[in-house]
């Protein structure tokens, strides 16, 4: 995963994890989207320390952490909360990032 920039974050297109480091439920999470960026062996998700967002918290409603926090086209499209399991999360890649799955 990668740190986001501020210029990325004003992007239109983002999978965002969002985190605060002592969290333990955030690296069950972390662990589940790692694994899915080395299968497909490419950088998917970029990640936010809640800690250094706070205005970005609170102008996005973000409620806890872990989130999935989606952005599609400069408009907020999911915020997920229950990171449930690795095929929960390839649910929303395969809605929202289809290009990982086209043939090659």
Known sequence: MQEITS????EGNAI?????PFCGTCS????????????????IFYEMNASFY?????????ESVPCLFIKRENEIKE???????IGNIYSY??????ELFAER
Do not use: C, D, G, W
Not at 28 to 43: D, G
């Open 7 to 10: 210029e990325q974050l004003e």
């Open 16 to 20: 965002i994890y969002i985190y605060t």
């Open 28 to 43: 069950v999470a972390r662990a589940m989207l790692e694994k899915i960026e080395s299968i497909h062996n490419k950088t």
């Open 54 to 62: 706070p205005e970005f918290m609170q102008e996005n409603k973000v």
């Open 79 to 85: 915020k997920v909360y229950a990171f449930k399991s």
């Open 93 to 98: 890649l395969m809605e929202y990032k289809p």
